[in-house]
Structures are given as structure tokens and as C-alpha cells.
């Protein structure tokens, strides 16, 4: 069974940082492209950025380019996705996505002061 | 960037009734459009890929068609499980983008 597991979700202030984390298993995870999605609460979904499977090509959103880095462990079949100088509109639940077949649960990110 | 415009953004409907959700692209996705099915406090679940294509497990009351810019999703008959919000999703180019979403409510 495809499973797909988010965790790192925190409260955190205006410009600070987290490290969200898609542990993954069921299925071959260097195979496969993965995407990280957003949802603000109760609005639309929003790709975030995509990253190829071997790691050597990664994709942004423009709201997050340079803020925001995608990377992956293969060996560990982990998706990352590293979050700095946060803004209040980062605030939403990502979602760690597999080549968009499959979805986790969602992890939430809230940004306040 | 490739814009997606979906409508209706919602829909009243009834138990048994036909359903066609229309999706529009700026530009050509060729069939790389997907669709999901999302209920509240859920994610999202895979509908269609590819335009067309029914995942293993999807009731075949649901089913896509399109290429290019013009794209549908239909519900043949509607089950109470079926009341959601439906997105479609392009997977072309990036930036992905996704519709702005279709609230199917009783």
C-alpha cells in the first residue's frame, strides 16, 4: 500500500524557519518525481515545488523561489521540504505528493506572531 | 505560466443527476490534466489522470475526457458520496496549477 506520511508541521513567527518531512513507503520512491502542494485553510490547492527522482532537478513556485528548497534522501525513501523567512502567508497544510497520483495526510504550517 | 479556469464553482444537485464539471487551460496541457475528488478535512484523491484514465478502485460513474485546452469531468449519476469539491490539476509545464475548484452540493 502507497503510504505517504508528513510531519513537521509547528506555529511559527514571521521569518523564521521549518523542516517539513514525507516519509514514504509502498511503492519504489527513486522512481518517482514528488511534488510538496498547499491548501490554505478552507481555499484552493497551490503547487509549491517538484523534484525529480534522482534529486538533480528541482521546480518553484514563484511565491516561494529562494525561500523555499525541495530535496530528498532515496536511501531513506524521505521527501523534505525546507521552509525559511516564513511569511504569514505560508500559513496552510502541505501536502507531500507523488508524481500527482498520490496524497498524504497533510501537515500544518501556521505563520503568526 | 499555464492558467487554469474551472466552472462551475459550485453546483446544487440531486441524487441520480448528471454532473459535468468543465476545465479551460491558457494553453496547451496536451492530456496532462488530472482531476481529484476532496472532501472536507481530507486530501485530495485521484479521480482521472491523463484526462481520461479511471485509477483502479474509482467508480466508473466518474469519467474524463479532453486534450489540449478543453477538458471534462462527469458524474453519470450522483451517489451521496459524491458531494465534494472537485479540482483539476495540470501537470505540463511548471508552474503546476491547479482550478480554482467546483463545490458539487445537494
Known amino acids: 500500500e502507497v503510504q505517504l506520511v508528513e510531519s513537521g508541521g509547528d506555529r511559527v513567527q514571521p521569518g523564521g524557519s521549518l523542516r517539513l518531512a514525507c516519509a514514504v513507503s509502498?511503492?519504489?520512491?527513486?522512481?518517482?518525481?514528488m511534488h510538496w502542494v498547499r491548501q490554505d485553510p478552507g481555499k484552493g490547492l497551490v503547487w509549491v515545488a517538484r523534484?525529480?527522482?534522482?534529486?538533480?532537478?528541482?521546480s518553484y513556485a514563484d511565491s516561494v523561489k529562494g525561500r523555499f528548497t525541495i530535496s530528498r534522501d532515496n536511501s531513506e525513501n524521505i521527501l523534505y521540504l525546507q521552509m525559511n523567512s516564513l511569511r504569514v502567508e505560508d500559513t496552510a497544510v502541505y501536502y507531500c505528493?507523488?508524481?500527482?497520483?498520490?496524497w498524504g495526510q497533510g501537515t500544518l504550517v501556521t505563520v503568526s506572531s | 505560466d499555464i492558467q487554469m479556469t474551472q466552472s462551475p464553482s459550485s453546483l446544487s444537485a440531486s441524487l441520480g443527476d448528471r454532473v459535468i464539471i468543465s476545465c479551460r487551460t491558457s494553453?496547451?496541457?496536451?492530456?496532462?490534466l488530472h482531476w481529484y475528488q476532496q472532501k472536507p478535512g481530507k486530501a485530495p484523491k485521484l479521480l482521472i489522470y491523463?484526462?481520461?484514465t479511471l485509477p483502479n478502485g474509482v467508480p466508473s460513474r466518474f469519467s474524463g475526457s479532453g486534450s489540449g485546452t478543453d477538458f471534462t469531468l462527469t458524474i453519470s449519476s450522483l451517489q451521496p458520496e459524491d458531494f465534494a469539491t472537485y479540482y483539476c490539476?495540470?501537470?505540463?509545464?511548471?508552474?503546476?496549477?491547479f482550478g480554482g475548484g467546483t463545490k458539487v452540493e445537494i
Open positions: 505528493v507523488r508524481a500527482s497520483d498520490s
Open positions: 509502498g511503492f519504489p520512491f527513486s522512481d518517482y518525481w
Open positions: 523534484i525529480n527522482s534522482d534529486g538533480s532537478s528541482t
Open positions: 494553453q496547451s496541457v496536451t492530456t496532462n
Open positions: 491523463r484526462a481520461s
Open positions: 490539476h495540470q501537470s505540463h509545464s511548471p508552474p503546476l496549477t
